[in-house]
Each structure stands twice: as structure tokens, then as C-alpha cells.
T-cell receptor, first 112, second 111 residues
């Protein structure tokens, strides 16, 4: 199916565990983004990528790692999950010009 | 102070009313202004996009940008219960710059 998909949709993990959230887009968009959304904070940028093998930090990168070996995939890894990383995570992509970002359905992550 | 300020609401209005949603910003370098709509448990989707100042109309929706006042608005005419959602404003300095987001306003349209 065309579009941007995230997996899993829901995840419960324990403090200290490593967890990876997956993001896949079929448009060959240059730009990909990871956001977290929390009540009262809106969308906060974690990391973004302008192209394969090019990534950069956003507003709240601490505790997260990303990679982009292929244009269509942009996984987000929490190296050692903490309760403060409980959130809804959205992946997005945008073409050159970056004027419209398309969002995935989100991953609801709970760290216990 | 945040770069983009948006009242979180909730804003509750009766069906058929005209809705006005607003954002203020502090960075005069912003040139691209967007409104996204987010339904519960879904990702945001682009609703309106405006470059620089002026108005843009699309059906029941009108986006307005006043760069002199650093103020953007989204108007919804003949509001419907299906318009109930959270509306987020976003803006950028250039076409390849990161989007800066408002916190979102929750809108409730009562039948």
C-alpha cells in the first residue's frame, strides 16, 4: 500500500529495555521526521533526515538513535527506555521543498 | 516564551457556527504557514498551506496570515460535527526548514 506506515501501533516495554519503532514510506520522499506528541507540548521533533545516510538532531534527541540506510526506512531506537519516553510517536515524510509533511498513524509507547 | 503560541482549548461551538482558530508567533522570518487537522488517535493531516501574507480559501476553510501582527488564523464556516478535531498550526522559515508547531487547539462541534 502506498503511504507511510509505522509499526508497531502499540507497544508496552519495561524500563531499561531497548525498543525500535519502524517507519516506512513508499513515495521516495527525501525528508523523514520523528516526532513525539505529549499533552501540553504538541509535536516535538526528535530527529530528522534530509536523505539516506544524513540525519540530524531535533529539539529532543536525548535517549534516541536513528539511522537511514535506505530512503524509504527511518527506524527510531530507544537505547534504554525510561518512563519519561512514554508518548505517542509519529513518523512523517516530505518531498523536496518540505512544504507538506505526511504523517503515519502513530505508535503509542508505554514504558513501565 | 515559545516561538509559536496556540490556545489549547477546548473550544466548543454549536453546529453551523463560524469557528476562528488562531496562532501567534515571534519569529518574523517565518514565511510558510500551515494548518493541520488531527482526529483522535490519528496522525495530523495538512488542511491549508499559505506562503507569506494574505488569505487562502478552500471550501468552508479560510486561512489568513498577518505578518505585520505575527498572527495567523483559520476560519471554518458552517461548522459540522465532523470538524471536531485538534487543529495544529505549523510554520517554517524556508521550504527546507524544520516546521515549528503550535500545541494544537481541540475543537468540539456540538450537534
Amino acid at each position: 500500500d502506498a503511504g507511510i506506515t509505522q509499526s508497531p501501533r502499540y507497544k508496552i516495554t519495561e524500563t531499561g529495555r531497548q525498543v525500535t519503532l519502524m517507519c516506512h514510506q513508499t513515495w521516495s520522499h527525501s525528508y523523514m521526521f520523528w516526532y513525539r506528541q505529549d499533552l501540553g507540548h504538541g509535536l516535538r521533533l526528535i530527529y530528522y533526515s534530509a536523505a539516506a545516510d544524513i540525519t540530524d538532531k531535533g529539539e529532543v534527541p536525548d535517549g534516541y538513535v536513528v539511522s537511514r540506510s535506505k530512503t524509504e526506512n527511518f527506524p527510531l531506537t530507544l537505547e534504554s527506555a525510561t518512563r519519561s519516553q512514554t508518548s505517542v510517536y509519529f513518523c512523517a515524510s516530505a518531498g523536496q521543498g518540505n512544504t507538506e509533511a505526511f504523517f503515519g498513524q502513530g505508535t503509542r509507547l508505554t514504558v513501565v | 516564551q515559545k516561538e509559536v503560541e496556540q490556545d489549547p482549548g477546548p473550544l466548543s461551538v454549536p453546529e453551523g457556527a463560524i469557528v476562528s482558530l488562531n496562532c501567534t508567533y515571534s519569529n518574523s522570518a517565518f514565511q510558510y504557514f500551515m494548518w493541520y487537522r488531527q482526529y483522535s488517535r490519528k496522525g495530523p493531516e495538512l488542511l491549508m498551506y499559505t506562503y507569506s501574507s494574505g488569505n487562502k480559501e478552500d471550501g468552508r476553510f479560510t486561512a489568513q496570515v498577518d505578518k505585520s501582527s505575527k498572527y495567523i488564523s483559520l476560519f471554518i464556516r458552517d461548522s459540522q460535527p465532523s470538524d471536531s478535531a485538534t487543529y495544529l498550526c505549523a510554520m517554517a522559515m524556508g521550504s527546507n526548514y524544520q516546521l515549528i508547531w503550535g500545541a494544537g487547539t481541540k475543537l468540539i462541534i456540538k450537534p
